[in-house]
T-cell receptor, first 113, second 111 residues
């Protein structure tokens, strides 16, 4: 049973660039959420996707956008990168938007120079 | 919004010792999960425990929802237990994806 998979594992970008991170949910899950974890902090909710729509959003600017595909996989896009966007980006999946245990992938570590 | 406080923030144990980690939350929740974050960053599910008591090997957890706290017990600790332990909750009315995390307890187990 495949768990949540994310790519790439690590990447380095420079200020002003754009980045796309990818996530495949756990088998049987149709809901994907994205989190940002800064060094030494707990993860913070960015947004959730269900049925290819953004269902809920945390306190993040519009530079952060996403997409969900018909196969339930998802992308997180960040435009106009800032140094402060350097973080571990975690994808989580669940069996529906309102219930069930949340499972996380290994994360994508983004460094912005 | 809901506040999640974990204690202690740091904990150093000798291998074989027992420990209790605490999570307090400021409002009613309908989901609570404990995670272990390994040195590579992955969040590993330990317990999905909105209420009651569960056990899994050397680990057990208890959530008293009416008093707004949860406890994670680690018995006979091993060096592989080192890492950061997070408590995360979903308040009533929130979507499942929107878990609110505490700041974590950093556990170091010495051989």
């Amino acid at each position: 049973d495949a768990g949540v998979t994310q790519s790439p594992t690590h990447l380095i970008k420079t200020r002003g660039q754009q980045v796309t991170l990818r996530c495949s949910p756990k088998s049987g899950h149709d809901t994907v959420s994205w989190y940002q974890q800064a060094l030494g902090q707990g993860p913070q909710f960015i947004f959730q996707y269900y049925e290819e729509e953004e269902r809920q959003r945390g306190n993040f600017p519009d530079r952060f956008s996403g997409h969900q595909f018909p196969n339930y996989s998802s992308e997180l896009n960040v435009n106009a990168l800032l140094l402060g966007d350097s973080a571990l980006y975690l994808c989580a999946s669940s069996p529906g938007p309102l219930s069930g245990e949340l499972f996380f992938g290994e994360g994508s570590r983004l460094t912005v120079l | 919004g809901i506040q999640v406080e974990q204690s202690p923030p740091d904990l150093i144990l000798q291998e074989g010792a027992n420990s209790t980690l605490r999570c307090n939350f400021s409002d009613s929740v309908n989901n609570l999960q404990w995670f272990h974050q390994n040195p590579w960053g992955q969040l590993i599910n330990l317990f999905y425990i909105p209420s009651g008591t569960k056990q899994n090997g050397r680990l057990s957890a208890t959530t008293v929802a009416t008093e707004r706290y949860s406890l994670l017990y680690i018995s006979s600790s091993q060096t592989t237990d080192s890492g950061v332990y997070f408590c995360a909750v979903r308040p009533y009315g929130g979507s499942q994806g929107n878990l609110i995390f505490g700041k974590g307890t950093k556990l170091s187990v010495k051989p």
